[in-house]
């Protein structure tokens, strides 16, 4: 079993500030974790990805996660908001080797202010 | 590399009626498509699993006479809503595996609205 938990379902910041967004899963194995956005009325965009490599995965516009495996958490960050960077943020988790199913947490509107 | 897209972009139906949604995957082949189901403020609801040649894989309460799935080659998978229902109104989202990158692509979406 797998899942994924957003802890923030929103998160304001203001222009040029930094960004955490929150994303702690649960598998049963070693999991793959995903940060997709998604901007209104558009499909998802892959902004980073985790694979058993590096802990400390750099992704798309900024972006970057740590896998903290005792801590069971995969949090987004950006060390620089810009105003572009208002969306949806979904953290997803997928299971071991062929099992391409794939569980979504819940979202985090992210909103910044100028 | 890796676009995934979806047609139409907005369909509006009468309540009744049978709606397609196609996904394809542009510039690679995709064995595994999913379809997802976004209502709105949520998150995605994975409704099947497509697998090219093969019967879709269906989560459980996702009715597969209504909403059929055909996988009929290595870049097109299809969704229909028969016998569409205002309930039926959603946000429907597609996703091709890529395999080289072992990452799933995602469409832009497909929103339906049934009068």
């Known amino acids: 079993a797998q899942s994924v938990t957003q802890l923030d379902s929103h998160v304001s910041v203001s222009e040029g500030t930094p960004v955490l967004l929150r994303c702690n899963y649960s598998?049963?194995?070693?999991?793959?974790l995903f940060w997709y956005v998604q901007h209104p009325n558009k499909g998802l965009q892959l902004l980073l990805k985790?694979?058993?490599?590096?802990?400390l995965v750099k992704g798309i516009n900024g972006f970057e996660a740590e896998f903290k495996k005792s801590e069971t958490s995969f949090h987004l960050t950006k060390p620089s908001a810009h105003m572009s960077d208002a969306a949806e943020y979904f953290c997803?988790?997928?299971?071991?080797?062929?099992?391409?199913?794939?569980?979504f947490g819940t979202g985090t509107k992210l909103q910044v202010i100028p | 590399g890796a676009v995934v897209s979806q047609h139409p972009s907005r369909v509006i139906c009468k309540s009744g009626t049978s709606v397609k949604i196609e996904c394809r995957s542009l510039?690679?082949?995709?064995?595994?498509m999913f379809w997802y189901r976004q209502f709105p403020k949520q998150s995605l609801m994975l409704m099947a699993t497509?697998?090219?040649?093969?019967?879709?894989?269906?989560e459980q309460g996702v009715e597969k006479d209504k909403f059929l799935i055909n996988h009929a080659s290595l870049t097109l998978s299809t969704l229909t809503v028969t016998s569409a229902h205002p309930e039926d109104s959603s946000f429907y989202i597609c996703?091709?595996?890529?395999?080289?990158?072992?990452?799933?692509?995602f469409g832009p979406g497909t929103r339906l609205t049934v009068l």
């Open positions: 996703s091709a595996l890529q395999g080289l990158s072992d990452t799933q692509y």
């Open positions: 598998s049963s194995y070693s999991p793959s």
């Open positions: 985790y694979t058993s490599a590096a802990t």
């Open positions: 997803v988790v997928r299971g071991p080797g062929g099992y391409q199913k794939v569980t």
């Open positions: 510039d690679f082949q995709a064995t595994t």
């Open positions: 497509s697998n090219e040649g093969s019967k879709a894989t269906y």
